[in-house]
C-alpha cells in the first residue's frame, strides 16, 4: 500500500534517511511493527528531534529537559569561569 501511494504520486521514499516513531500512552505496549517496501524496511526509534524539540513516543518532556538541563549546566560554568576572570582583572 505505501509503494503504491508513492507511486501514484511520483514520490520517492529515501530509505537512508527515513524513520517512524510509533506514539503511544503509559497504558500501551510498544507493538513491533515492521514498515517497508519490498525488502527495505524503515527503522523505528523512540525519539527524535523535530524542530529543535526533542519528541518521544510517549510525548513526554523527559529527553528535551535532560538535553535542556545539560545546555544550561554548560553556560553556567562558562559563566562561573569568565566571572572569575573578569573579577581578577578589575
Same mark, same amino acid.
Given at each position: 500500500?505505501?509503494?503504491?501511494?508513492?507511486?501514484?504520486?511520483?514520490?520517492?521514499?529515501?530509505?537512508?534517511?527515513?524513520?517512524?516513531?510509533?506514539?503511544?500512552?503509559? %497504558?500501551?505496549?510498544?507493538?513491533?511493527?515492521?514498515?517497508?517496501?519490498?525488502? #527495505?524496511? !524503515?527503522?523505528?526509534?523512540? +525519539?527524535?528531534?523535530?524542530?529543535?524539540?526533542?519528541?518521544?513516543?510517549?510525548?513526554?518532556?523527559?529527553?528535551?529537559?535532560?538535553?535542556?538541563? %545539560?545546555?544550561?549546566?554548560?553556560?553556567?560554568?562558562?559563566?562561573?569561569?569568565? #566571572?572569575? !576572570?573578569?573579577?581578577?582583572? +578589575?
Amino acid at each position: 500500500m505505501l509503494f503504491r501511494c508513492f507511486k501514484a504520486n511520483i514520490f520517492s521514499l529515501n530509505f537512508e534517511k527515513t524513520q517512524y516513531i510509533q506514539f503511544i500512552n503509559n %497504558n500501551n505496549m510498544l507493538m513491533g511493527r515492521k514498515i517497508g517496501c519490498g525488502n #527495505k524496511t !524503515i527503522p523505528y526509534i523512540s +525519539h527524535t528531534v523535530f524542530l529543535g524539540l526533542t519528541v518521544d513516543s510517549t510525548l513526554s518532556w523527559r529527553n528535551y529537559t535532560d538535553l535542556l538541563i %545539560n545546555k544550561l549546566s554548560t553556560a553556567c560554568y562558562v559563566l562561573r569561569s569568565v #566571572k572569575k !576572570i573578569y573579577l581578577t582583572q +578589575h
